[in-house]
């Protein structure tokens, strides 16, 4: 019997070890926590610097340029497709947290939102049939040109064009400009030089069309370069995203974005 009560206690203590030794084993590390997303505002009908792959992902030197700053910024870009002349409101309606798509710096558009720095400056250009002589303003007077909706393009058609006789006509979208040049609805359009090089010159439908006149960029128009749009007071989120634009200028990364969209067209986006 002496043996029994010895062996049960004997199993009892061996017991009583593992519980022991179970409690003190080291718990397994937390997962890490997901980065916390950027909801960033695009209008994927601007090629090349925002517009849509074949399987319909967004794409083009903003959504590349957005990736880059949320990398920096240890945040996750989650991108929210929007018509143009709905871009501030919606900011400011907060369904996003930014606009990256290519919104330049106005003093208009300074009143209801606040800005990061530039990330890139180019002029605008009037575009216009190979057989139409460009003088001035008045030289095309009864032509039809479409500009975007709420575009700094069509501030400046509305002030210069219109009151010289030219029939201005705005669209919601930049492609939506391109076909109806393309079906004699329209003689031309006043665009950003690189989005109209790019995205309509350089394409067999732009073969019978040409750059007219100087570079645009008239502040009172085109403002201080295209910058990262934000509602006023977000002073932290705007210091983290100077810093990166800084940093992906100085570490190369702008530099590669650059030439992948623009090498060929041997220009720097950054501008002056």
């Keep these: 019997m002496k043996k029994l009560f010895l062996g049960l206690a004997v199993l009892s203590l061996l017991a009583a070890c593992g519980k022991k030794e179970e409690a003190s084993a ?13 909801k960033v505002a695009i209008d994927p009908t601007y090629e090349p610097f925002t517009f849509k792959t074949a399987d319909g992902q967004p794409t083009g030197f903003d959504v590349d340029v957005a990736n880059a700053l949320c990398d920096q910024i240890k945040r996750k870009c989650v991108f929210v497709e929007q018509v143009w002349d709905g871009m501030i409101p919606g900011l400011n309606a907060k369904k996003y947290d930014v606009i ?10 300074m009143k209801e939102v606040d800005f990061t720095d530039k990330y890139y400056n180019t002029p605008s250009r ?4 190979k057989t139409v002589k460009y003088t001035d303003p008045a030289s095309i007077k009864g032509k039809k040109i479409g500009v975007l ?9 509305m002030g210069e064009l219109k009151p010289a006789g ?9 492609d939506q400009v391109y076909l109806d040049i393309k079906s004699g609805r329209l003689d031309g359009t006043v665009a950003d030089f690189m ?10 439908e732009g073969e019978k069309y040409a750059l007219a006149g100087a570079d645009l960029k008239e502040p ?3 403002g201080y370069g295209a910058g990262i749009a934000l509602r006023k007071g977000e002073d932290a989120l705007k210091s983290e995203l100077n810093a990166a634009i800084k940093t992906i200028r100085s570490n190369g990364s702008y ?18």
């Design 255 to 272: 530099k590669t974005m650059n030439d992948k969209y623009f090498a060929k067209f041997n220009i720097d986006v950054y501008g002056e």
């Design 100 to 109: 990256i798509s290519s919104m330049s710096i106005t003093d208009d558009r």
């Design 26 to 38: 080291p718990a397994a590390p937390a997962p890490a926590a997901a980065p916390a997303e950027l």
């Design 195 to 204: 989005e109209v090089t790019g995205g309509f010159l350089s394409k067999p």
């Design 149 to 157: 909706k709420g575009s700094t393009q069509e501030a400046y058609a």
């Design 220 to 222: 009172k128009y085109f």
């Design 126 to 129: 009037i575009v216009l049939k």
């Design 166 to 174: 030219v029939v201005v006509n705005s669209y919601e979208a930049q």
